[in-house]
């Protein structure tokens, strides 16, 4: 999920939904509502707030649809999401899925996403791969939050002994790991932080204190250690009508839904994997 196998650290609560009576036992036309299966507490993604990208998104879709009112089933993104919301019928559209998911019918990809460093700014460190050697002949201290792709770049290029590891969090109600990289980047625990790029460029938006954000597109490939994603939004199977629906709006309104994406300061690549320009 976002992302399973990213190892992302969403959290347990409970289980609560707002829905409409009536059910979805098939697939519909014309929607009176937009049911969305959400996060809620997982920004940038999406809370209960409705402060997140997703959150924005179904907004702008809903509008588009007629400015049809937007119904939340809130649910953690960890497991069991899907089979609790989606495949329980009780939304129809996940914002945020990964391309290529045996758990949902994938739409068209609409963002294209990669792990980043992010440092200070007023360090001025100037390293885009963590294959530079700069990062040993200085003894910079990293940050990397456990068993994500990037650990096996930390193997790769043998940086264990200047790594702090940061534990997964199973629930981001207490524990929010990423969060916690950019604290110890503000109070000068760790020179580099190593983090998923959406979580970085939100870590990014909301720091008093500027921080740098550097995508992660030059490495190459090793083992486990793919650093580029793509993105896509998560129907049931056996919906062409509505992936139809989906599709023509990520479409028509890829523009509007990248404009988004960047008042988060989400690092945006294009199809070649080179940031996306403006």
Known sequence: MK?????????????????????????????????????????????????G?????????????????????????????????????????????????????????????????????????NVDTLSDPIIKNKKYRLGVIHATPPSSYIAKYGLFKQVKF??????????????????????????????????????KSISKVPIKLIPLIKEEKTGRGKLVYRFTMGIRKNEPKWEQTINKLIKENQEDINKILREYEIPLLNKLGNPLKN
């Open 3 to 51: 992302i399973l196998f990213l190892g992302f650290f969403c959290l347990f609560s409970l289980f609560k939904i707002s829905h409409s009576a009536q059910q979805v036992t098939g697939e519909l036309g014309v929607r009176s509502e937009l049911r969305i299966c959400a996060d809620p507490n997982n920004l940038p993604y999406s809370n209960q707030n409705k402060e």
């Open 53 to 125: 990208y997703e959150n924005k998104i179904a907004k702008l879709f809903a509008n588009k649809l007629g400015n049809i009112p937007i119904v939340y089933a809130w649910y953690p993104m960890t497991v069991g999401f899907v089979r609790r919301t989606l495949q329980a019928k009780i939304c129809d559209l996940i914002i945020t899925f990964p391309a290529v998911h045996e758990f949902v019918q994938n739409s068209n990809h609409y963002f294209i996403s990669s792990y980043s460093l992010i440092t200070l700014e007023d360090k001025k460190i």
């Open 166 to 203: 940061y534990k997964q969090a199973a629930d981001p109600r207490k524990e929010k790991p990423w969060a916690d990289i950019a604290e110890d980047l503000r109070n000068d625990k760790i020179d580099i932080g190593i983090v998923w790029g959406p979580y970085a460029g939100y870590e």
